[in-house]
């Protein structure tokens, strides 16, 4: 397992999967939030006919969801970077890429209540399977 590692202090399995999953989890909250906020704030496209493009703008600027989903956004941006920083780009940017769709499937299913298929969870079992022996 040392091979993904490229700088001695962040030399375990424990700390690489600490980095991908703060770079997973990050991500999906964010991706999540910023879905919800615009199922909350309705059709862009109507709300951009009956009350112009500054309408649609500030239906998505003042919604407080979408700047969560934005935060949570950044911070998987920057915990990404810092991945890459410490551990090889074979293998942090395929895991934590691979992984936020497994667990955005689970969150769209959990918190949109959104129909998740059997081929996605199919789909998502052989991402898992593939992250492993990646890791492997």
Do not use: Q
């Not at 770079?23 to 006919?49: F, H, N, P, Q, Y």
């Amino acid at each position: 397992m040392n091979i993904v590692f490229k700088s001695a202090p962040w030399n375990s399995a424990l700390a690489s999967a600490a980095m991908v999953a703060a770079v997973v989890l990050c991500s999906t909250a964010g991706e999540v939030l910023t879905a919800a906020a615009m199922k909350s704030i309705g059709d862009l496209d109507e709300i951009r006919t009956h009350s112009g493009l500054k309408g649609a703008i500030r239906a998505v600027l003042t919604c407080p969801l979408f700047f969560a989903g934005v935060g949570f956004l950044a911070l998987a941006f920057f915990s990404l970077l810092f991945a890459l920083n410490h551990l090889n780009l074979s293998f942090a940017a395929p895991a934590t890429a691979s992984l936020t769709l497994v667990t955005n499937a689970i969150a769209g299913k959990i918190f949109l209540k959104e129909n998740v298929d059997r081929r996605r969870w199919t789909a998502a079992i052989l991402v898992c399977i593939g992250v492993y022996l990646l890791a492997h």
